[in-house]
């Protein structure tokens, strides 16, 4: 051990820089962690949303039928949207993601929300789901036409600005898959609105029908 | 032969730093953004020891010298290296480092810095003082590495939950492997 000069001034000094930097960590992470309430960027992407509502761009995506839409105006004469994104191949969180629709779906039927409430899934992999495999899809889950329905995007040029735009981060794993932050979206004409995660379904539902009024 | 033995230690000190450096630059930088464990337990930690090391160089003597009258004990530089751990310790960190390019520069000079700082700190503090500082860390290391390891929960978008997992197991070897070092290092004297 080198003998340190430890005179008052030189401990001083050191405290006041200690302290300093003691300050700078607890502002940097309150600044990188919107203060304090995102450790992870999936919360983030939630408590960002609390504050203000995020502008859908105008993306162009085709129902199992074929038929032409906007993302923003999928809502038709529903009120509120729960939205998650899938690829109609997946075998993981996706087949999580479809039963917990599918709960859902139940659910907005025994409430008889049909009229406020739509389901709406969102294929990441235009150049594999085509109309044809929304369809298989849709029957696949069982889905009820005017409750829950699938779209793919139109131009797979897309693709990166619809992720971005819901903040979805998709990274390849085994098996010719994907592995993607999974959750459930709140949209209303073309606003999102909130991000719930998977396990709040219920909690979804509900401010879904508070948003919608 | 001490300036031969000299020589081979600062071209391994510049071979560890190549190497975690490089693991930032493209096409390398594939690597890391693809796997969590690689940017956590192979990385990051290279880039600290890279730093701790270069204390062996003559400008970084200088430096030390310079700031010896703010870091009595080394107590300045445990406290900045502390922080500058924990921030990378952040999930929401890791995801910023892989997806923004500048935030990865930052990563990769900090994490040196800090390694510089505690390799100099070493030499400046009582153990007491040591012991305090890579306790906490150790402590926060170990409880990182088995959330990692227990959790179901993806904790960056950026990475697979198979990547976390054994990232989990890379921290917690960390923590005991820096545990075993500081005390034969203690124990030596």
């Given amino acids: 051990m080198q003998s340190p000069d430890s005179s008052p001034a030189t401990l001083i000094r050191t405290l006041v820089a200690t302290v300093v930097i003691l300050l700078f960590g607890i502002w940097l992470f309150l600044t990188s962690t919107f203060q304090g309430q995102a450790l992870t960027t999936e919360a983030l992407r939630q408590v960002e949303l609390n504050e203000s509502p995020k502008k859908i761009p105008a993306l162009v995506v085709i129902d199992s039928s074929n038929q032409e839409s906007e993302i923003a105006k999928l809502s038709g004469d529903k009120r509120v949207l729960i939205v998650d994104f899938i690829y109609t191949r997946c075998q993981t969180v996706c087949l999580s993601l479809g039963s917990v629709f599918q709960v859902l779906q139940t659910k907005i039927v025994e409430l008889g929300l049909e009229n406020q409430i739509g389901l709406v899934s969102i294929s990441f992999d235009p150049t594999h789901d085509d109309a044809q495999a929304l369809q298989r899809y849709e029957k696949r889950l069982q889905m009820q036409p005017n409750i829950w329905r699938a779209y793919s995007l139109k131009n797979p040029n897309d693709r990166q600005s619809l992720l971005d735009a819901f903040g979805i981060m998709v990274i390849p794993a085994p098996l010719d898959e994907f592995e993607h932050n999974a959750a459930l979206h709140i949209i209303r004409g073309e606003y999102l609105l909130r991000i719930f995660p998977l396990d709040s379904a219920e909690e979804a539902l509900l401010q879904a029908v508070a948003l919608g009024k | ?189």
């Avoid at chain 2, 956590?40 to 700031?67: D, E, H, R, W, Y």
């Avoid at chain 2, 306790?135 to 926060?140: C, E, I, K, L, N």
């Avoid at chain 2, 960056?156 to 500081?182: D, F, K």
Wanted: with cysteine.
């Fill in chain 2, 1 to 189: 032969m001490p300036l031969n033995q000299s020589f081979w230690q600062r071209m391994s000190i510049l071979g560890i730093l190549i190497i975690a450096i490089g693991l930032s630059v493209p096409p390398f930088r594939a690597i890391i953004e693809q796997s969590m464990f690689m940017q956590m337990v192979i990385q990051m930690p290279l880039l600290f020891i890279g730093g701790a090391c270069l204390n062996t160089f003559s400008i970084s003597k200088k430096i030390s010298q310079n700031i010896a009258s703010w870091n009595v004990f080394g107590l300045t530089g445990f406290m900045l290296a502390q922080t500058i751990l924990i921030y990378w310790m952040l999930p929401i960190s890791i995801d910023r480092a892989v997806v923004i390019p500048l935030v990865d520069v930052a990563k990769v000079l900090t994490l040196m810095i800090a390694g510089f700082l505690v390799g100099d700190a070493l030499h400046k503090s009582p153990a007491a003082l040591q012991l305090f500082f890579i306790g906490y860390f150790v402590a926060m290391m170990i409880w990182l590495g088995m959330y990692f390891i227990y959790t179901d929960m993806r904790l960056c978008n950026a990475y697979s939950l198979n990547s976390q997992y054994w990232t989990g197991y890379g921290l917690c070897a960390i923590s005991i492997a820096t545990v075993a070092y500081w005390s034969w290092r203690v124990l030596k004297k």
